[in-house]
């Protein structure tokens, strides 16, 4: 048989040299098992997938509940229920959001109110509260406020009139001393004046809770132009931007923020004025070029008749 343009033969087709061997063939019953298994696997993998994020939710959902739970008890001033409850809000041993603040807070807050009642219990908490507060009744504001450490907190005002009200005002004023510092630093001035108008309420002389009224109060004032100031350095317009940081610094030189907002102003000032001076002298130079300076002949003298 001649299939070739060229006329030459086809090559036979290849064939099978001979039935395969049974040994090298595999059982139906040895590939159903493989398929068995894997899908097996393959389920038990999704499976224990599906329980840990059904673990994962439930400790989360958990937590947030606690949290949720703690953090109302704690608007209503059920101190314990709050500590109990914002202890439990954890996820594997972390605290759920800002639930170690708030715990913290509850503690403080318990504190004072065994404290009001009479009925403090012997902790390290009540006795650094109680040596705060005879050195703040005493008028010894910063020693006060250095052995308070970490029970600055901010009293609710509930608490803080259940205090004054059981003669426990030196603890009053300590902690909304120290929670007008909080706010301030937390940039809520207004809450920071009213606390502290509110210590010099009782203390006119405490004179921290003075000087952090002025400091809120000059605070609030310098807030306009200092947002003025950052929105003018947003779009760029430098000059009325350092007018407005300048103000602001005036009002209240420790204002946040600013001191290195000016520098950036005027880092970007000089920058923008090197550029046009740079600008300027290859406009300069470029004009130069183009006009080449020439020189006009002077004309001759005229000549001197001689002397008679």
Avoid at 75 to 91: E, K, N, P, Q, S
Avoid at 136 to 143: D, K, L, T
Avoid at 159 to 183: I, P, Y
Wanted: aromatic share 4%.
């Amino acid at each position: 048989m001649v299939d070739h343009p060229l006329g030459f033969p086809a090559p036979p087709l290849r064939q099978r040299s001979g039935p395969v061997d049974p040994y090298w063939i595999e059982p139906a019953w040895v590939s159903e098992g493989r398929r068995r298994r894997r899908r097996l696997l393959i389920a038990g993998a999704v499976g224990l997938v599906a329980v840990l994020a059904i673990v994962a939710a439930f400790v989360v959902l958990n937590a947030r509940a606690n949290y949720i739970a703690g953090k109302q008890a704690l608007a209503a001033g059920d101190y314990g229920l709050a500590i109990r409850r914002l202890h439990a809000a954890t996820i594997v041993g972390r605290p759920y959001a800002d639930a170690r603040t708030l715990l913290a807070q509850a503690v403080t807050f318990s504190t004072a109110q065994s404290l009001a009642a009479g009925q403090a219990p012997a902790t390290a908490a009540s006795r650094s509260l109680r040596r705060a507060a005879a050195l703040f009744e005493a008028g010894r504001y910063a020693e006060a406020e250095r052995v308070a450490g970490d029970l600055a907190v901010r009293l609710p005002p509930v608490v803080a009139a259940r205090l004054a009200a059981a003669g426990d005002g030196a603890v009053a004023g300590l902690l909304l001393l120290t929670g007008a510092q909080h706010a301030l630093a937390a940039g809520n001035p207004s809450l920071a004046r009213r606390d502290a108008a509110a210590v010099l309420l009782r203390f006119p002389e405490c004179a921290p809770a003075q000087a952090l009224r002025d400091e809120a109060a000059r605070r609030l004032q310098a807030a306009p132009f200092a947002g003025r100031a950052a929105a003018l350095a947003a779009a760029r317009r430098w000059s009325l931007a350092r007018t407005a940081v300048r103000t602001t610094l005036r009002i209240d030189p420790a204002y946040p923020g600013m001191a290195v907002l000016l520098q950036r102003i005027d880092a970007a000032i000089t920058q923008r004025k090197a550029a046009k001076a740079a600008a300027a002298a290859a406009a300069a130079a470029a004009s130069s070029s183009s006009n080449p300076v020439t020189s006009t002949p002077t004309a001759p003298a005229a000549p001197q008749p001689p002397p008679p």
